[in-house]
Structure formats: structure tokens, C-alpha cells
T-cell receptor, first 114, second 109 residues
Framework: NAGVTQTPKFRVLKTGQSMTLLCAQDMNHEYMYWYRQDPGMGLRLIHYSVGEGTTAKGEVPDGYNVSRLKKQNFLLGLESAAPSQTSVYFC?????????????FGEGSRLTVL | KQEVTQIPAALSVPEGENLVLNCSFTDSAIYNLQWFRQDPGKGLTSLLLIQSSQREQTSGRLNASLDKSSGRSTLYIAASQPGDSATYLCAVSGNQFYFGTGTSLTVIP
């Protein structure tokens, strides 16, 4: 019972490099989310998706892009990484939206940008 | 914008003590409130979900209450154990989920 799986778990990038974080869920959830967690700032929503083929901006979307080509996968891309994007990234999913849904999280992806 | 606050930021208690963690929020128009546990270097694990129409939820030694009108929730942990040591976060849902910054709990053997 995998739940929400994130890859990679750790990554070190140089400024200006690009990368993609992959989130996969096997619970048939419609809603998927990408958050970043920084000390003292809590979890902040980057982008989210309310279903296959849809994406929307969250609180801190600048510098990130996302795609949801398949219902089970939600990709987060950094086109030109900056040191300010050093963070722990969490993917989450829910069967229903924020109105009634229960969130399930992945283990996180720790990204360092030098 | 919804603001979620958890005080204290850190708490240490001896094993066996009963304890209460607090979560407050500024906008009472929420759909539900969820409590999570986060171990160091790990993701968030859902502990309890309280729908806005409910007053409390219980799971084992955990009991969470919700008072929408006052913008408060508490997580009660009975007979604390060293294995309960972790960071506990609350999240409220409106048009999106809003998270507190958590309370780091240490249970001393």
C-alpha cells in the first residue's frame, strides 16, 4: 500500500540547473498538491490540481511549473533553480477538495540549490 | 487570509503525563480541521480529521476537539510515551488548506 510516493528524496542542484520532482499516488485521488516547507514558515502551497489535465497556482508559484498528464502523477518542475528554492517539497493528495477532503502526504523531497 | 497559530512552538513533558496541544485560527468559516504528526525528515501523517459539523474525534490515546466559533482546536494526548515525540501540525480547510507551524513535542523517559 504505497499511498503517495515522491522521487527523488534528495537532490543537490547548482544555480540555474533544472529538475523535475515526481509525485505518484495509487489512491485514485482527484486532487493533488505541491507544498514547500521552510523553517518557521510552515507549509506553503505552490501549485495544485483538481483533476487530470488541470493545474492551478497556489500561494508561492513563481519559479515552478507543474503538469498532471495522468491522474496518478503530478510533476513539479524547476526550470532555473535559485538558492531561494532550497527547501523540503511535499506532495499531497485528497479524494475531495479542500472543502471536505482528508490530505495524505508523501515522505518529502529535500532540495538544495548551491 | 486564514492565519493558523500553534502555541507553544516546543513542549517537553515527562513520560506518562497527559498533555494538550493548541491550534487557533482566525477565520471560523472552515470545512474541516486535520491534525498531523511529522517525524524528523519524514512526511506528515494524518492523525485525526474533524468535520466542521463535529465537535471532537478520538483515536486511541488521542482526542481532538473543535470549537469553530472561538477559532480553536485542541489535541489531547493521554498517558504520553517517548514514541509520541514528534512535531504536531494542524491544518484548517477553507478554499484551500492552511497549516500552522507546529508544536515540537518531546516526551522524556
Amino acid at each position: 500500500n504505497a499511498g503517495v510516493t515522491q522521487t527523488p528524496k534528495f537532490r543537490v542542484l547548482k544555480t540555474g540547473q533544472s529538475m523535475t520532482l515526481l509525485c505518484a499516488q495509487d489512491m485514485n485521488h482527484e486532487y493533488m498538491y505541491w507544498y514547500r516547507q521552510d523553517p518557521g514558515m510552515g507549509l506553503r502551497l505552490i501549485h495544485y490540481s483538481v483533476g487530470e489535465g488541470t493545474t492551478a497556482k497556489g500561494e508561492v508559484p513563481d519559479g515552478y511549473n507543474v503538469s498532471r498528464l495522468k491522474k496518478q502523477n503530478f510533476l513539479l518542475g524547476l526550470e532555473s533553480a535559485a538558492p531561494s528554492q532550497t527547501s523540503v517539497y511535499f506532495c499531497a493528495s485528497s479524494y475531495e477538495g479542500a472543502g471536505t477532503g482528508e490530505l495524505f502526504f508523501g515522505e518529502g523531497s529535500r532540495l538544495t540549490v548551491l | 487570509k486564514q492565519e493558523v497559530t500553534q502555541i507553544p512552538a516546543a513542549l517537553s513533558v515527562p513520560e506518562g503525563e497527559n498533555l494538550v496541544l493548541n491550534c487557533s485560527f482566525t477565520d471560523s468559516a472552515i470545512y474541516n480541521l486535520q491534525w498531523f504528526r511529522q517525524d524528523p525528515g519524514k512526511g506528515l501523517t494524518s492523525l485525526l480529521l474533524i468535520q466542521s459539523s463535529q465537535r471532537e474525534q478520538t483515536s486511541g490515546r488521542l482526542n481532538a476537539s473543535l470549537d469553530k466559533s472561538s477559532g480553536r482546536s485542541t489535541l489531547y494526548i493521554a498517558a504520553s510515551q517517548p514514541g509520541d515525540s514528534a512535531t504536531y501540525l494542524c491544518a484548517v480547510s477553507g478554499n484551500q488548506f492552511y497549516f500552522g507551524t507546529g508544536t515540537s513535542l518531546t516526551v522524556i523517559p
